[in-house]
């Protein structure tokens, strides 16, 4: 393993780990996504040069409209869960309560 794929794979697993183990407000959560995806963009764009081939050129820049959509619903959905809410703890959310 090169260490720029050690380092993309370390990058992603973190953003994975803080998802999964520091959950206490949206917005980290939100902000261990888009590392998450960043990583998988760069790491994407990394391997089509090193193939050398056009086949997968637009495969990152699609992967990156994915992540900028991504992006925008969740800071939507911060958004209205601060104004319904009053917070972005993800503990004073209420999932059955509507």
Excluded: K, Y
């Amino acid at each position: 393993m090169t260490p720029a794929h050690f380092a993309f794979s370390s990058t992603f697993m973190l953003g994975l780990a803080g998802l999964a183990f520091h959950r206490t407000h949206l917005l980290s959560a939100l902000l261990c996504l888009e590392g998450m995806m960043l990583s998988l963009f760069i790491a994407l764009a990394l391997w089509t040069l090193q193939l050398d081939s056009t086949n997968f050129a637009s495969s990152p820049m699609i992967l990156l409209a994915f992540s900028a959509c991504e992006a925008s619903a969740g800071l939507a959905l911060l958004v209205a869960t601060a104004r319904t809410h009053g917070t972005d703890r993800l503990q004073s959310l209420n999932l059955l309560q509507c």
